[in-house]
C-alpha cells in the first residue's frame, strides 16, 4: 500500500470508522489516560501554569490538523483592535527550530525564522508574534520587548496548559469530531467532550451560502467562512480581481495546508475552475519548486504558501487571500466585553479559567 491510500484509508477510518480504527482503540484509551492525567496535574497544581499579566485568548482545535485556525486568529487580532485593544499574538512556530530563546519581529518576518503562520498573521495584522514551542516563554518575551500589549492571542495551543488562559475558542470544520475517537483511532486530540468547556465554538463551512450559527449560550456557536479577494502576483506585486481568472484555460491552483480541497472549492465557488490541482502537505517547505511540471499560465495559491514561494521566482505565481466571515456580527463585541468583564464562567486566580 502506497502512502498516499494509507493516509486515505486513515482519514476515511478517522471520519466514519471502521475495521482500522477499531484495532487502534486500545491506543486511543492510552491517549485519554494521558490527557485525562496531564489536565489533572495542572489542575491540581502539580504542574505550574504562566498566568500571564494580561488576558489570553487561545485559538486551537481538537480535531488534529488544519480546520482554519490562522484565519481566525487574523479575525481576532482585527475585531479586538478595533475594539481598543492592542493585541499581540504567541505561537509555537511549526516546523522551525526556535533555540532556547524566543523570536519576537513584527512586519514582513522570515517564514523560515519565525514559521509560515506567524509570519502570514505578522504581514496580515501588523501585531507583534512571539514564537517558542513554550508558550509560557513567548508570551514573557512579547511582553518584555511591547508592552503596549494588552491582550495575547495563542495561535493553536489549546492542549498547551503550560498558559493559562482567559478565553477558550475552537475552531472545527465540517469534519466536526468524525469518528469520535482520541488519536490514533480517531482524529481527536482530546475527547468531543471537550467542546462543551470551551467558551465558543467557530466551525468553518468553507463558503457562506453553507452558514449557520446560534449566537449566544455556552459555548457560544458560531460559523465562519472564508471570502476570497483580488489576487496579487507574488513576483511582481501586480493585483486582479480573482474573477479575472474565471473561464482561463491552463489555470492551476496548490495549496500547502491542513485541507487543500478547501482553499480549491473557494475557488470554484468563486467561480473559477481550476483545470489542475497540486495538495501539498501542510507546512510544504518550498524548498524546491513543486510547479515545474504544472503547464499552466497561473498557477493560484493560499496566503500561507505565498509566504515561502517569493524565492522561487516563478510570475504564473498569484496569491489568493481570504477574508473570515461570520455567521454572528456580535462575535467580537462579546469577546471584547468578556475580557474586560472578567470570565464570567470557570474563574479562577486572575479571573482566568479552570483547567
Known sequence: MTAKRASTLLARQWQHGGWLSTLLRPLSALTAWAVARKRSRYRQGRLPAYRAPVPVVVIGNVYVGGTGKTPMVIATVEGLRARGYTPGVVSRGYGVKVGPQPR????????????????????????????????????????????????????????????????????????????????????????????????????????????????????????????????????????????????????????????????????????????????????????????????????LVTSKDAIKCAALGDPRLWEVPVQAGFSDPQLFDWLAQALRAGHPSGAGPAGGKLL
Open 104 to 299: 519576537v519581529g513584527t512586519g514582513a518576518l522570515e517564514a523560515d525564522r519565525y514559521g509560515d503562520e506567524p509570519a502570514l498573521i505578522a504581514r496580515a495584522t501588523g501585531a507583534p508574534v512571539s514564537v517558542h514551542p513554550k508558550r509560557a516563554l513567548a508570551a514573557q518575551a512579547l511582553l518584555q520587548a511591547h508592552p503596549e500589549v494588552d491582550v495575547i492571542v495563542s495561535d493553536d495551543g489549546l492542549q498547551h496548559l503550560a498558559l493559562a488562559r482567559d478565553i477558550e475558542i475552537v475552531v472545527q470544520d465540517e469534519r466536526g469530531v468524525g469518528n469520535g475517537r482520541l488519536l490514533p483511532a480517531g482524529p481527536l486530540r482530546e475527547p468531543a467532550s471537550r467542546l462543551r468547556e470551551v467558551d465558543a465554538v467557530v466551525t468553518n463551512v468553507g463558503v457562506a451560502k453553507a452558514a449557520s450559527g446560534a449566537p449566544g449560550g455556552r459555548p457560544r456557536q458560531v460559523s465562519m467562512w472564508l471570502e476570497p479577494g483580488a489576487a496579487r502576483q507574488i513576483e511582481g506585486g501586480a493585483t486582479r480581481p480573482l474573477a479575472s481568472f474565471a473561464g482561463q484555460p491552463r489555470i492551476a491552483a496548490a495549496a500547502g495546508i491542513g485541507n487543500p480541497e478547501r482553499f480549491f472549492a473557494t475557488l470554484r465557488a468563486a467561480g473559477v475552475a481550476p483545470q489542475a490541482t497540486l495538495a501539498l502537505p501542510d507546512h510544504h517547505d518550498y524548498a524546491e519548486s513543486p510547479f515545474r511540471a504544472l503547464a499552466a499560465d497561473a498557477i
